[in-house]
């Protein structure tokens, strides 16, 4: 699918070649940059863009293997936060710990404060946010397309759909600023996603994706003690990249001599 | 009488005194040249060499100044200038000390000239088998080379053949000499596919196939194998396209269109070749009957990229194809076209060939980027002119010219050379050379011209041709009760199978992007009488 034509490459074709209709005139191309048997090795910068109270930063290393044109299998880690890293213990409470520089980035949002100032408080559960992910997805690129701007040169593009799961880690921040770990579980994600190559060898990448997890947390103290409050959260994350990507066929070089 | 005796006597002895005085100082003088020849003063060691054999009455002074005198002006990078002394030295014959010397400059400044016509002309004219067996092989497959291909040029195939073959596999026009030589072969099987004797065109076709294939197999195949032959042969990359180019030829002449189209899809996309190989690809799938691949073909032919090509033939043959799918309206509408591009050029060109123009006249169609509007060839449409532009030998007469007048320009500005005879002589060389150089290129644009005129007039009344015969066809289904317009006739064919997942199929919109030129491919609707699919 021709996608986005943003310049015409050549002019128009002399009168003689206006089509009739009865023939059709199609471009069948050997594609000049597969992408078979390649791995690709991604690097993002992600951002998530839907939640109410969080908001997330964050690193993305991405390795896929593209098992043919269309389909490809991707190792993902995304990361808001360094792994395995716990901050300070809190004395009395054995699952709170302080420090924030060892997260990579994250705030909650201005609605977060105002609900603060009119004493009032969103659950736990809206407040947990991704620390780290680590996933196994499945792509599929069925759109591909290229993109001429002012005649400087010619992009291609694949479009892809991915689906996959894997562990997540979460973590909120109660009122007192000290940080709750709320362990590691499933957390299934879904997107979109497209990949510009610049060189057959590199490309830059723009994903959308959604990370849906059920978050566990500490729900409100009643008489039997604190309760576990589950909630389903999904966040959106907008991600951007650049990807370098190896092996597969390599081009003819001049010379084999045709 | 006594008196006039000793008078005679006196005038004896003292030219002779003057005579010995003279070889003396002939003798000095040539050994400073040598000296200043030695110690790369050129400008200096010419001109002494020059006035010792003007001068020196040893005719073995004579000979060694002479070619000495083509030696330094060589080496000053005057090769007109040195081509005039070293071909006085070549004509003289076996007797002159210098002969074979003389030879091996000739070659030298050939090359340095890109100039494959007169030199070899004049070598071959002189060719000496006995004393060129002395020759340093290297120096001799290079006569060999040029002389076969004078010999190619003016058709005598068989004498070409015998230079061609005696050049040496470790000399630097070695594939140069093989290609001719498969080029004389298709040349002889297309003779014979004229006089419909099978069995030679085959076996002619055969032998060239077998040539190319060798030239082919030079690169080994392999990175390290192919960088050595770029090394040690003259243009043997653009020789493996060629041969490639002409493996398709070869197996077209023979009816093998398959393998015919297998090796004209090999010529890179965009490289000098490609139009060519995609016209005469639209002519093989034509063969195959595969006329959606044909039209293909011809689409990226007469896309922008090749607007200014001259390529009447690839129009007869699109409306020859349409008219084999019963496209009637869409062959008219092609010939029409060919109609109001080429046709019209006729009578310009009729004109300028009718003139009476001296062959210098049409020189500056080569020799000149930017014409006057007085100019006459201004007149000349860009796709004829293109179209001579396009061939190697533009090419090597810009170049000679080029060097001619950068040669003028060098021999004015030498300062040991003011006021010398040595000077005049040399201005007078060139300039002689540069008015031939005129004629030539002049003749070969008039005949170039003339050649363009014929095809485009021979093109035409093949166009009457088809569309008389489109006449025929349309009246028979007018008496068939069938619709004329071929939008009534039959089905549109599906697009066509994407082979795998290593393409992309594109439809093509009214516009050409560059990436996809190459790939296009037809779908017509079947519209012959009968064709109910």
Redesign the interface.
Known sequence: MKSITMAVLLLAAPVVLAQSPNERVHALQKRDYSVKNKIEVSGFFGLSVDDIFTQHYSGVLAIDYHLDEAFALEFTWLSCKLPFYMGSKVADNPSAYTGSWFRKGHSYTDAYDNLKDAQLSPSNADLAMISNYWGLNVEFSPIYGKFSFFNWGLVRADFYVTVGGGLVTTEYMRPDNTWVDTGSYFMGNFGLGLRVFLKRWFAIRLDMRDFTFAAKVEGEAGPSGTTTETKIRSTLFVMLGVSFLFGGETPVEIWSPY | MLNKLTAICVLALGLGLVSHASAQSTSERLNQAVQDYNSSDFAQAAKTFYEVKMTSPQPAERAQAEYYLAQSLFKLGMYQSALAFYNAVFIAGPAHPYYLKGAAGLVRVAEALHDDTLIPSQINKYYNSQEFARLDPLVLSKINFYVGLLLYRQEKYSESMAFLTAIDPKSSVYPKGLFLQAIIHVRLGARYNLARDEARTQSEYNQAIKLFTQI?DL?G???AK??KA?ATYENI?RL??LS?LNLARAYYGKGDYAKAAT?YS???RFSQDWADALFELGWTFFMREEYGKA??AL?TL????F?NMFVPES?ILKATIYFHVC?Y??AR??L??FDQHYAKMLPMLEGLLKANLPNEKFASLLLRDKLDTSDPMAKVPVLVRNSLLESPRVGKFRHFLRSLEAEALAIGQVDEWKGSRLREELAGVVNVQRNLLMKTAGGYVKANLQNRYQTILGFLSHAKMVKLEITTRERELIKAGLDIK??HRGK?AP??R??D????????????????LG???????R?CPGNKK
């Open positions: 082919l690169s195949h392999e990175k192919a960088e770029v990359v493996w396209q490639t090796y090999r010529i890179p039209l293909g689409h007469h896309s922008p990229r607007a129009l496209l309206q869409e509408q092609v029409d076209f071929a939008e549109l697009r066509p994407v082979p997942e290593t393409y992309n199929y594109w439809p093509f919109r009214q516009e050409y992007w560059q990436d996809e790939f296009y491919v037809y779908t017509v609707r519209a």
